[in-house]
């Protein structure tokens, strides 16, 4: 089921997240590598957010 994938790589691209704050906070990661990765880390978290959100919406519409 797509929409259980799709709750599934939010789970993991949220847990990247973390561990690329986990890694610049002790210094295992450089300021810039931090903040490129972690630019596209958070637009993958908005593409997936807004992915799940249009697929909640028409879950509703089909339920209704």
Same mark, same amino acid.
């Given at each position: 089921?797509?929409?259980?994938? !799709?709750? +599934?790589?939010?789970?993991?691209? =949220?847990?990247?997240?973390?561990? !690329?704050? +986990?890694?610049?906070?002790?210094?295992? +990661? =450089?300021?810039?590598?931090?903040?490129? +990765?972690?630019?596209?880390?958070?637009?993958? !978290?908005?593409?997936?957010?807004?992915?799940?959100?249009?697929?909640?919406?028409?879950?509703? !519409?089909?339920?209704?």
């Amino acid at each position: 089921d797509f929409y259980a994938k !799709l709750c +599934i790589a939010l789970k993991e691209a =949220s847990e990247t997240e973390y561990w !690329l704050e +986990i890694l610049y906070e002790t210094d295992y +990661i =450089s300021k810039d590598h931090f903040e490129n +990765i972690n630019a596209d880390c958070t637009e993958l !978290l908005k593409l997936l957010y807004a992915e799940k959100d249009l697929k909640e919406k028409i879950k509703r !519409l089909v339920i209704e």
